[in-house]
């Protein structure tokens, strides 16, 4: 089997890459076998021999088929360093992996591991000190029950635009998943966090005369960035720094546990978080909805939730340092699923978030929603950017398509498309959107 290897390397090396990629074409089955006899019966030299071959010699396509073919004989970060994936696997990382006590040293080959097996986790390494700052503060806040008047309702569901339907969300997510990959150290995260970004200007350049809106860019160590998109009040009477801010978040990124760097739909975790909340800001603009002066509204889309919630770290622990006034956040992460046979539902977790605040979110589910709601959680074996925002002491609910036992099969795989098995409801999608625009109506003036 070596021998049938030789004269790949020989002619990769030489540069002839038309004759190295006719002769693997043409003995596809035989070449296959050989680079895997190779890589277990040789050492350093010869797997760098081969990464270089592949990297050098073929085409994606090609590099593709062969490391799914290696992954059913080798570790996934081996794999990533034979295929020409290796850089920055050996940067040596510290995490907390919920449900074990104290930190872990870990590589960033280890994080990819981890998450192949299951294993959930907080990438903690440049964000030790969070929550610290906030440590002696009041984090759970008192709120008033909601009770709406059917003025004040009717002023709410009149914000619930009378064209709200699917044409923008599926717009939006046939796009969004489009890209390749979301991981947010490719190129492909780069480029889907730019064009969530062009998305929510465009949104914001039609709003209105009575509001002050703006959108940024939140850069991190990695390619991907997170966006912040601000909507408040023209009324200057209260300076932006002093304001409360009611945060709408979704984390934009997805990974294929699998193989990172391979092909990520990730239409539902978390594509129909982010489009949900896109189409949040797009209804309250197109509506002229104007937060009370001492408010501002964000819609955030975090970069790296799979490498261990590291954007919205970022993002929270800027806001504590800057003494940010962060009245609650809202967060979606997965909206569109829907298991045959069961009954659409509002799922709020009840792990690491605040009670009052998912109390109020419930109360605002019973007013404006046709759907119920339940409770679910996972335990130590997931977890999403809420945790951040409560780690900094902030008050945060986090808020899913369904229970946790019927979420979708797919996610983290090439699966995760709008061809999963079951039933990808824009629908169901919707219902969240309607229940982000009563959040922030509500909540700008509830006490």
Same mark, same amino acid.
């Given at each position: ?105 870990? #590589? ?10 299951? &294993? !959930? ?5 440049? +964000?030790? =000190?969070l929550g610290e700052l906030n440590a002696q503060r009041l984090t759970t806040k008192s709120i008033q029950p909601l009770q709406v008047l059917e003025e004040r309702k009717l002023a709410v569901q009149s914000m619930f635009p009378a064209d709200l339907d699917a044409t923008h969300l599926k717009a939006d997510i046939e796009k969004l998943s489009s890209f390749w ?54 009324? #200057? ?10 945060? &709408? !978040? ?5 990974? +294929?546990? =699998? ?72 967060h979606m992460d997965m909206t569109a699923f829907l298991r045959n046979g069961t009954t659409p539902i509002i799922a709020f977790f009840d792990t690491n978030t605040d009670k009052n605040l998912t109390r109020f979110g419930t109360q605002v589910v019973e007013e404006y929603l046709p759907l119920g709601w339940n409770t679910t959680n996972c335990g130590t074996s ?66």
């Amino acid at each position: 089997m070596l021998a049938n290897l030789v004269p790949l390397i020989t002619l990769a090396l030489a540069g002839a890459r038309v004759a190295a990629q006719q002769t693997y074409l043409g003995n596809s089955d035989d070449g296959s076998a050989s680079f895997l006899s190779l890589l277990d019966s040789a050492g350093g030299p010869a797997t760098e021999t081969l990464s270089t071959l592949i990297v050098n010699s073929f085409t994606t396509q090609q590099r593709e088929e062969l490391m799914l073919k290696l992954l059913e004989q080798h570790d996934v970060v081996d794999v990533m360093h034979m295929t020409g994936h290796g850089e920055g696997l050996d940067e040596q990382r510290l995490i907390e992996i919920f449900g074990q006590d104290g930190l872990t040293i870990a #590589s960033e080959g280890d994080k990819l591991r981890l998450k192949k097996d299951g &294993v !959930s986790f907080m990438d903690v390494t440049d +964000n030790q =000190r969070l929550g610290e700052l906030n440590a002696q503060r009041l984090t759970t806040k008192s709120i008033q029950p909601l009770q709406v008047l059917e003025e004040r309702k009717l002023a709410v569901q009149s914000m619930f635009p009378a064209d709200l339907d699917a044409t923008h969300l599926k717009a939006d997510i046939e796009k969004l998943s489009s890209f390749w990959n979301r991981s947010y150290r490719s190129q492909w995260g780069l480029l889907s966090s730019n064009w969530i970004y062009d998305q929510a200007e465009a949104i914001l350049n039609t709003s209105n005369g009575g509001t002050t809106t703006s959108i940024k860019k939140f850069h991190h160590k990695f390619p991907q960035n997170s966006i912040i998109a601000r909507i408040e009040s023209a009324d #200057s009477s209260v300076r932006a720094e002093d304001k409360e801010v009611i945060i &709408v !978040s979704a984390h934009q990124d997805s990974l +294929n546990y =699998r193989l990172p760097f391979y092909r990520a739909p990730g239409a539902d975790d978390d594509g129909s978080g982010s489009v949900t909340i896109l189409q949040v800001l797009r209804s309250l603009v197109s509506q002229s909805f104007i937060p009370p002066p001492h408010i501002a509204i964000e819609f955030q889309w975090y970069a790296a939730e799979e490498g261990g919630l590291l954007g919205s770290q970022d993002v929270a622990a800027a806001y504590e340092q800057a003494h940010a006034d962060v009245k609650g956040v809202l967060h979606m992460d997965m909206t569109a699923f829907l298991r045959n046979g069961t009954t659409p539902i509002i799922a709020f977790f009840d792990t690491n978030t605040d009670k009052n605040l998912t109390r109020f979110g419930t109360q605002v589910v019973e007013e404006y929603l046709p759907l119920g709601w339940n409770t679910t959680n996972c335990g130590t074996s997931c977890g999403s950017d809420h945790m951040s925002w409560t780690k900094a002491g902030y008050p945060a609910i986090f808020v899913a398509e369904g229970l946790v036992e019927n979420f979708a099969d797919g996610i983290h795989t090439i699966n995760d498309n709008l061809d999963s098995q079951g039933q990808y409801s824009f629908e169901h999608m919707l219902e969240f959107v309607k229940l982000g625009i009563a959040f922030v109506a509500e909540y700008s003036v509830a006490e």
